[in-house]
């Protein structure tokens, strides 16, 4: 078996608690394909047998989330995970504006101490927790779009952000108020689209059964936006890479009019890739 199951995560569940749920009721190795903190929700797309190994393929694809953020407080988490440290005001709609440019773009973030980057061998959020000091490196991540939508509270406003893989949105949060001078932290986080799963096409995981979940069954194929290439040729079963009059690219694999896997033909040669079916 293998497919997607767009998940409409709840707040407060862990991403390893989804898919754990999942394994138990499909029987067959699943995996995410990117995580939700537990104090996020919303779109949480679960790759079902094979089609978990395309998790490097969704990990750089676009997102869409909408945040709020609290302005004059913060956290050390940056979330509502830990107590809240008063300092600095709440910046005015327009000023909140004023800034936006600064962060759409190529740009660079420093992950939050809080954060499952490795350190020395060791979980970030496991030395965060013991009061460590964290040497975060910054990465370059990409923000399309970032705009305030509304004040949701005296100190809060909500924003749409669409950005690429690896995005920080409590960072962006921190490096937004700081560009204020103030403080700041995000407050509430939903994800509404993850490359092509969307939050109108997903399910809550408490609405999967054992006897209805393949109805909720996405097929790999329908998500992988390459061209199809029927290959007869047993070369290329066997692992053989060899020369094709194609061009270089991804390609989605058919043999006997069924769907196999994924190829990359790269300087006119091509090779397997993935097997999916």
């Known amino acids: 078996m293998t497919g997607f199951l767009n998940i409409d995560k709840r707040e407060g569940d862990t991403s390893t608690y989804v898919v754990n ?28 047998g094979n089609a978990a190994r395309l998790f490097d393929y969704f990990l750089g694809k676009t997102k869409t989330y909408l945040a709020r953020f609290r302005f004059g407080v913060t956290t050390v988490s940056l979330d509502r995970e830990s107590p809240l440290i008063f300092g600095g005001s709440v910046p005015k709609a327009e ?14 973030q ?26 975060l490196m910054p990465k370059k991540v990409t923000i399309e779009r970032l ?5 949701t509270a005296p100190d809060e406003f909500s924003f749409e952000i669409v950005c690429g893989g690896g995005t920080y949105i409590r960072s962006l949060a921190r490096d937004l108020s700081e560009a204020l001078g103030t403080k700041g932290f995000m407050s509430a986080l939903e ?14 995981l408490e609405r999967l059964t054992r006897e209805n979940f393949k109805d909720f069954l ?6 992988l936006p390459f061209p199809v290439l029927e290959i007869s040729d047993e070369r290329y079963y066997h692992g053989v890479n060899y020369e094709v009059d194609l061009p270089d690219g991804s390609y989605k694999v058919t043999r006997g009019g ?15 890739d993935k097997k999916l079916c």
Request: overall charge positive.
């Open 258 to 272: 069924e769907f196999y896997g994924t190829a990359k033909v790269e300087g006119g040669k091509i090779r397997p």
């Open 110 to 135: 420093v992950p939050p101490a809080f954060s499952a980057k490795f350190v020395e061998g060791k979980r970030s959020y496991e030395l965060a927790r013991k009061g460590q000091e964290i040497p």
């Open 21 to 48: 749920r999942i394994k138990g009721l499909v029987k067959c190795p699943c995996g995410h394909m990117g995580t939700l903190d537990p104090l996020a929700f919303g779109v949480l797309p679960v790759g079902i």
């Open 147 to 151: 705009e305030l939508l509304e004040q």
């Open 191 to 204: 994800r509404t689209k993850s490359g092509v799963f969307t939050k109108e096409t997903a399910v809550p």
């Open 95 to 108: 000023e909140i504006r004023a800034v936006l440019p600064r962060f759409v773009g190529e740009i660079e």
């Open 218 to 223: 996405i097929p790999t194929e329908e998500v």
